[in-house]
């Protein structure tokens, strides 16, 4: 079977604007998590938070003449995208642009646009939309973007499944790759989600933190909503080592499962069964993981359910690994939640630094595993796995490997 | 019992399709068999009926009773009455 590597890696979110901007903030134990700035959120209750990307300017990434085509959710991806492929030192002509697939996860779409153009709708009463507003709103837009801005001609799509878009997208391009459709792809995740629609909606939900997110402590009161991308570039090991690519990680499995169930509430069953299929197709025994990057929310559900599906594949082992949810610092990212965690993962497998879990005060009965509370640890990383479980039952679970 | 409770009552019972009276005053959604989106969409059928906003710490689903809801339902309606 080929072997898959991360040769490229970029990212944008509440943390930074660039990959090793995000990646510093995480080692730090920054949060990006603050009282909501994007609109007036009088009609939410309380005073909601978020964490949401600061003193963008998308003219510094984006060229004048692409940019009325981009909603924030393109915008973030091409910035992401970009980043990853001059990392990875590629250029896409001829039968490499054929021979490289572009996969992007998403949760949502072009929201901005879209609250912009029902407001105008059905508060201004005026049916003058702008022309741009279809391509700016598709789901779609942000791979169609990073394709023609890097000439990039091989299968192309948005991978749509809730929290767990992006790792369900890495899936399918690991896949692609594996076939022999592609030697390439760029692929990742992005959201762009903070508009007061889709806000409102997620309020409703009553699953949002009034205060801040502390997954796996006691007081857990729920999840901060977060916006970005971050986008990555697989290559064959045998490809990315005849061009002499510096390899940042190796991709080493997947493992997707649906829990067949509730909606909302969340699986341990579902989630075992993902993270077990990711550790087959890694061809890897449990002990072989070091860390795992949790999806762990916040919420008083998922945590616990996540910490059951960890002791369930793990057995004793679970006691012996780092386990960590990110979302306290980049907020939870949705359709890129996964896409972002994986900085954190290629961090820890390179620097040998597991990034804390923020805001933790005191231990849930139910939350029993070492969480890394608060302060960053300095560990060796063999190999990690990034979880994420989205609404509906979807779970997605990425294994990646230390470069060798 | 308080017409807010009956009323809070009927919600309970057409949303769960349970009957009314399997409904006690102390009885949690939990104990009513009412979970996930349902207790949350219980909630939000109580406050489209009163016409108020029950704040997230009055919304308890895992010990919250059928009591305690009736009475945040009373005093957000006093607090809607005196505003008035």
Redesign the interface.
Known sequence: MRRIVITGMGGICALGHNASDIWQAMTEGRSGIAPLQHFDSSLM??SPVGAEIADFEPLAFIDEARLPFLDPLAQYALVAANEAIQQAGLEFRNERAARTAVVVGTGSAGEETRDGLYRKLYAEKSGRFHPLGIVRIMSSAPCSQISMAHGITGPTFTVASACASSNHAFAQAAMMIRAGLVDTAVVGGTEACITPGVMQAWE???VLA?DTCRPFSSGR?GLVIGEGAAMFVLETLEGAQARGATILAELAGVGMSADAG????PSDVGAAAAIQAALNDAGMQPAEIDYINAHGTGTVANDSTETRAIHNVFGEHAHRLAVTSTKPMHGHAIGAAGALEMIAVIGALRHGIVPPTLNYVAPDPACDLDYVPNEARAMTVRAALSNSFAFGGLNAVVAVRKAS | MSNVQQEVSEIISKQAKIDISTIKVESTLKDLGI???DA?EV??DIEEHFNI?L??ED?NFESGTVGDLTAAVERLLAQKSADS
Do not use: E, H, K, Q
């Open positions: 209750r309380g409703a939900m009553r009034p009161r509730d909606i909302a509430a | 979970a996930s989106l949350i909630i939000f906003t704040p997230n919304v």
